[in-house]
């Protein structure tokens, strides 16, 4: 996808978001994958960002046993207890990242936690969304494929030719 | 500037840093603006993220009498001293945000802090670069105006013709 095809499909999703009738009082980010879906969504439901780094996959691109934190919210309590959070990733691919992220977050008694997803891979998932979890928002539905984002392109030029020969 | 733009002048930004010879333990993103910066950034130098969140300015553009700390970096004594730190921003405007950044980073005694920003702006600055920074490097030196970086953009094919026809 190049990035003028991710920057539309943050706005439907933002749209999508707004029509379902959730505002967010905050968004989470998760990184790294998080972090350009989420500053993109920002200028379209404008809410403060708290970034999150969860790593499931070793520099090897393996999944690792179980996901490790990066980084955490600092005052994570404060600032999330009584809070409407989005949450935002880039793909949801084994569903391991998004459950664990998101039983983290419920810990600290939010209000409620939508979550938006730039692609849903359409595959048996190892992880599993909590009950509490209402509105789920995928902006494409895919097949288990690796999905080249525009922010891994080595050469950026070449990656946006490739992008738009394949819409 | 167009995403492509922005992902080219990065990866120049990852070029000259590997140049200098300053090796990065971690990435620091100034959010929110030097999160797509930040992720673009660890395709060329693959280090883990941290995002902090600082505004400087509030709903109305202005600047507020000093900058706010939306997020800072849980567990920042383990996770900075004695590393090599790159802070990541979009733009180096009146080097207040950036000051104020780079001081609370250097309380954690990192063993070095380089910067790298999109766009620094020639003007009078009221923020400083503290002399711990030996290493400082802009993607483009430009005037005083505002930058329209292509995630604010409402219309994102209309500026990506735009910033086309400005090159």
Known sequence: MSYGQIHETVKELARRVT??????????AIGTGGFIPARILKTFINRPIYAVGISYYGLDNLPKATP????????????LSGKRVLVVDEVDDSRVTLEYCLKELLR?????????????????????LPEEIRHYFAGRETEDLWICY??????????????????
């Open 68 to 79: 490790q934190t990066i980084q955490w919210i600092d005052e994570v309590e404060r600032k």
């Open 108 to 128: 600290h008694r939010p209000t409620e936690i939508a979550v938006v997803v730039l692609h849903n891979k359409n595959k048996e998932k190892r992880g599993h």
């Open 150 to 167: 525009p922010w891994d392109a080595e050469d950026i030029a070449l990656h946006e030719d490739q992008a738009r020969a394949t819409v």
């Open 19 to 28: 029509e379902a009738g959730f505002d967010p009082d905050v968004i989470v």
